[in-house]
């Protein structure tokens, strides 16, 4: 089944905590986003990459990290510096030569 | 800086009308428009793309219209069905735009009643 996965569905993490959600895919596609959306909101995009080793921030990149080791694996943390983390997060990857991108069921972070 | 707009938050129609839906964006016109689906708690679910150089674009009961004139894309759902309720992204993606990022909309949640 090919497809984009993200764990956990539901996460909970206290104050001060550094919490990574992962992004794994099988699609074979070169680019990958992560997003994040609150309540009536847009999606904000926080980091994105093209290739392995590379990643370019997004508009709200402050308070989050990321690394891209793998093609498939896009994992993203959120450091204690991140002012506001409770949100969905959702993970996104397209194809080289295509615009069209392919979501992850989204992970709900809670932080209190 | 660009912003894009969506009709009203949401929109409440009858089974079996037709639902259109509004993203108007100020400033530079994309290259490309997109419209996503997405269901609560899920991630977006691509519907359809438009070229800037296209007036419409059609898949089954769904409709899209681009005038880069008025800077608007209008949706259109056909003889609209209760499963159709959900919310409506219009997603934007410029021409040299780094590594295809796209800019979304707020969405418009629709809700078709029987």
């Known amino acids: 089944d090919g497809g984009i996965t993200q764990s956990p569905k539901y996460l909970f993490r206290k104050e001060g905590q550094n919490v990574t959600l992962s992004c794994e895919q099988n699609?074979?596609?070169?680019?990958m986003y992560w997003y994040r959306q609150d309540p009536g909101q847009g999606l904000r995009l926080i980091y994105y990459?093209?290739?392995?080793?590379?990643?370019q921030k997004g508009d709200i990149a402050e308070g989050y990290s990321v690394s891209r080791e793998k093609k498939e694996s896009f994992p993203l943390t959120v450091t204690s510096a991140q002012k506001n983390p409770t949100a969905f997060y959702l993970c996104a990857s397209a194809g080289t030569g295509s615009y069209e991108q392919y979501f992850g069921p989204g992970t709900r972070l809670t932080v209190t | 800086s660009q912003k894009i707009e969506q009709n009203s938050e949401a929109l409440n129609i009858q089974e079996g009308k037709t639902a259109t839906l509004t993203c108007n964006y100020t400033?530079?016109?994309?290259?490309?428009l997109q419209w996503y689906r997405q269901d609560p708690g899920r991630g977006p679910v691509f519907l359809l793309l438009?070229?800037?150089?296209?007036k419409e674009k059609r898949k089954e009961r769904l409709k899209v219209t681009f005038d880069t004139t008025l800077k608007q894309s209008l949706f259109h759902i056909t003889a609209s069905q209760p499963a159709d309720s959900a919310t409506y992204l219009c997603?934007?993606?410029?021409?040299?735009?780094?590594?295809?990022?796209?800019?979304f909309g707020r969405g418009t949640q629709l809700t078709v009643w029987p």
């Open positions: 997603a934007l993606l410029f021409r040299g735009s780094t590594l295809g990022r796209l800019y």
């Open positions: 400033n530079y016109s994309p290259a490309y």
């Open positions: 699609l074979n596609h070169d680019a």
């Open positions: 990459s093209q290739i392995v080793n590379d990643f």
């Open positions: 438009i070229r800037e150089n296209e």
